[in-house]
């Protein structure tokens, strides 16, 4: 009784610990995801915002060319009507708030709004940074309360010159509210909210409105007073909204209260340089630790079951035991069979190599007799030289001589090297010397059906984990495969790409024959398919693809959309990835 008490108290203690960890665990998982969807919601926003910001930003810029605003500033007898509805067409067709025309003083002389009762026309705004940084030269976006319309804009401006002199600015301004109501565009859920502080702190858009014009900073007297001098936000005040910022488990979080109650967020935030601001957004977490109450009732559901199912197979222990014995015989008998299927397939991709080599052998053969033949002719003109007892012509004939015993030695070495059974051996490889090793053996196929090769551009850096001999098998039974399948085309070209991305290399071996049909796309890699008619047993696309499913890579045939057939090897760089 008193062992079975002890039983139950260690299972007790150990669901605990359980619970305990995976509450951690799952807390910190919803945090690190909160976190990740901050950081992708911001940047949609920054980059919806950059993007809409250079657009607007551009505008000034082009209406600055119309010749219309330059005459009209300089002649000021001149009517404004025309300019009034040059810029009434710009703000429907740009989406603005409006656009108006500054002359040298800060006086508005042609607006966008001129119809309306609260028009911009005769008003002075000579004290705003828009205008009179714009006046000396430069390019201003600017954050500002409407001193008309009370509502927060963005204001772009531009200088206009004649004959190099600054004679007026022309300046566009976006309500912000645009960009707050635009939920879809700004893709925010209802369980984030976002906003875009300037640099002094104060908060000039969010979808929360009683963030609106206020700061999560507290703000100096001699801050404060420099607010209200700038006139940048008339005569509003800012109030300090209550924030408090902590880290749990690595990850900020920033605690907002809202209406006598208090919220928790996973922000993240990004950079607006257009308007010297920063955008952040807020993920919401404050119920995170009751999310965490299913997946704790599941992990005791699963745990007590587990120990219910662990105590009836103990119970059961001698029929586990035989089930483990024959579990243990069947193992041995897989195990036999794999090594019987493992020497069958060895078997079997020795006769696809030699399979291979007979059909380039009487390429091969004429590769070698082409040589053969020069040696003998550069041997019979050495004797001659010899006898004429011009020793420096006979000595070169001798060096060409022995450059194309080389060549011999280098095509039969190769075909040695590429004809003898061998055990898989992973090793980092140089893809450049084994796309070359593969191409000694398939010139011989590519000169007979004459098939122009384009040169081979990869460096000696890029390495790919294979075995040596059986890489080079499937390289030239796809390369003989593209030879091949170019004999009707009038163009024949073979060429190569590399790509490299994380830790794989993709090499792409290219035709420009007709194609794969499309019905032979998904059985092209089955075995016994072929599509030559006379010879070819259907086997070399499936044992390369198994080949290359060794190396941990991938195989795939597409056709290209310019005409011929694209094979795809992928691989992987590094012995880490197998």
């Known amino acids: 009784m008193l062992y079975f008490s002890r039983k139950i108290t260690l299972a007790i203690v150990v669901l605990i610990i359980v619970?305990?960890?995976?509450?951690?665990?799952?807390?910190?998982?919803?945090?690190?995801?909160?976190?990740?969807?901050?950081?992708?919601?911001?940047?949609?926003?920054?980059?919806?915002?950059?993007?809409?910001?250079?657009?607007?930003?551009?505008?000034?810029?082009?209406?600055?060319?119309?010749?219309?605003?330059?005459?009209?500033?300089?002649?000021?007898?001149?009517?404004?009507?025309?300019?009034?509805?040059?810029?009434?067409?710009?703000?429907?067709?740009?989406?603005?708030?409006?656009?108006?025309?500054?002359?040298?003083?800060?006086?508005?002389?042609?607006?966008?709004?001129?119809?309306?009762?609260?028009?911009?026309?005769?008003?002075?705004?000579?004290?705003?940074?828009?205008?009179?940084?714009?006046?000396?030269?430069?390019?201003?976006?600017?954050?500002?309360?409407?001193?008309?319309?009370?509502?927060?804009?963005?204001?772009?401006?531009?200088?206009?010159?004649?004959?190099?002199?600054?004679?007026?600015?022309?300046?566009?301004?976006?309500?912000?509210?645009?960009?707050?109501?635009?939920?879809?565009?700004?893709?925010?859920?209802?369980?984030?909210?976002?906003?875009?502080t300037l640099d002094d702190k104060i908060i000039a858009m969010s979808d929360k409105q009683s963030w609106r014009l206020n700061?999560?900073?507290?703000?100096?007297?001699?801050?404060?007073?420099?607010?209200?001098?700038?006139?940048?936000?008339?005569?509003?005040?800012?109030?300090?909204?209550?924030?408090?910022?902590?880290?749990?488990?690595?990850?900020?979080?920033?605690?907002?209260?809202?209406?006598?109650?208090?919220?928790?967020?996973?922000?993240?935030?990004?950079s607006i340089d257009r308007i010297k601001a920063d955008i952040t957004v807020l993920v919401d977490v404050s119920s995170v630790n009751l999310d965490q109450l299913p997946r704790l009732f599941w992990l005791a559901v699963i745990y007590i079951s587990t120990l219910l199912i662990f105590y009836s197979l103990m119970a059961r222990f001698a029929g586990y035991k035989k089930l483990l014995y024959s579990r243990h015989s069947l193992e041995q008998e897989v195990i036999e069979r794999t090594h019987a299927l493992e020497n069958a397939q060895t078997a079997l991709l020795q006769a696809a190599k030699l399979a291979t080599i007979g059909q380039l052998s009487a390429g091969i053969n004429h590769e070698i007799n082409q040589p053969l033949s020069a040696m003998s002719t550069y041997l019979v003109s050495a004797k001659r030289l010899i006898a004429k007892g011009d020793i420096e012509q006979a000595a070169k004939n001798i060096v060409i001589v022995q450059s194309l015993i080389d060549r011999v030695h280098k095509i039969v070495g190769q075909l040695k090297h590429f004809s003898k059974p061998a055990q898989t051996q992973l090793r980092a490889q140089s893809l450049n010397q084994l796309l070359r090793n593969a191409m000694v053996i398939a010139s011989a196929q590519l000169k007979h059906d004459d098939v122009t090769v384009q040169e081979i551009v990869i460096t000696d850096d890029i390495k790919v984990w294979v075995d040596e001999i059986k890489f080079e098998q499937v390289l030239v039974n796809v390369i003989?495969?593209?030879?091949?399948?170019?004999?009707?085309?009038?163009?024949?070209?073979?060429?190569?790409?590399?790509?490299?991305?994380?830790?794989?290399?993709?090499?792409?071996?290219?035709?420009?024959?007709?194609?794969?049909?499309?019905?032979?796309?998904?059985?092209?890699?089955?075995?016994?398919y072929s599509t030559k008619s006379t010879n070819g047993l259907g086997l070399g696309l499936s044992i390369s693809k198994q080949i290359i499913n060794s190396f941990n890579g991938c195989l795939s045939a597409h056709n290209r959309p310019t005409g011929g057939a694209q094979f795809i090897i992928t691989l992987t760089s590094t012995q880490g990835e197998q």
């Open 19 to 196: 619970l305990l960890l995976s509450f951690l665990f799952g807390r910190q998982y919803d945090l690190g995801n909160a976190k990740r969807q901050a950081e992708v919601q911001v940047g949609q926003l920054s980059h919806y915002l950059d993007t809409e910001l250079s657009r607007f930003a551009t505008i000034p810029y082009l209406a600055t060319d119309n010749q219309l605003l330059t005459t009209f500033i300089s002649n000021e007898n001149q009517s404004a009507q025309q300019v009034n509805n040059y810029l009434a067409d710009i703000q429907q067709a740009s989406g603005a708030s409006d656009v108006y025309v500054l002359n040298r003083e800060g006086d508005v002389i042609a607006s966008s709004n001129w119809q309306l009762d609260y028009t911009y026309i005769g008003n002075n705004f000579a004290f705003r940074p828009y205008f009179y940084r714009a006046l000396a030269g430069d390019k201003i976006a600017y954050f500002a309360l409407g001193l008309r319309s009370n509502e927060r804009g963005i204001y772009f401006s531009e200088p206009i010159y004649l004959n190099q002199q600054v004679i007026g600015v022309v300046t566009l301004k976006v309500n912000v509210s645009k960009f707050e109501t635009d939920r879809q565009l700004l893709n925010t859920s209802h369980a984030s909210h976002f906003y875009l």
């Open 480 to 528: 003989t495969n593209a030879s091949q399948a170019m004999l009707q085309s009038l163009k024949r070209e073979l060429s190569f790409e590399v790509e490299q991305f994380d830790d794989r290399v993709k090499l792409s071996i290219l035709d420009t024959g007709p194609g794969i049909e499309l019905h032979a796309l998904g059985t092209i890699f089955e075995p016994f």
């Open 215 to 270: 700061t999560f900073d507290s703000l100096s007297n001699i801050q404060l007073q420099q607010l209200q001098t700038s006139r940048r936000y008339l005569a509003h005040t800012p109030t300090v909204i209550d924030l408090a910022q902590t880290t749990s488990q690595g990850i900020t979080l920033l605690s907002i209260g809202q209406r006598q109650t208090r919220r928790q967020f996973v922000p993240a935030s990004a």
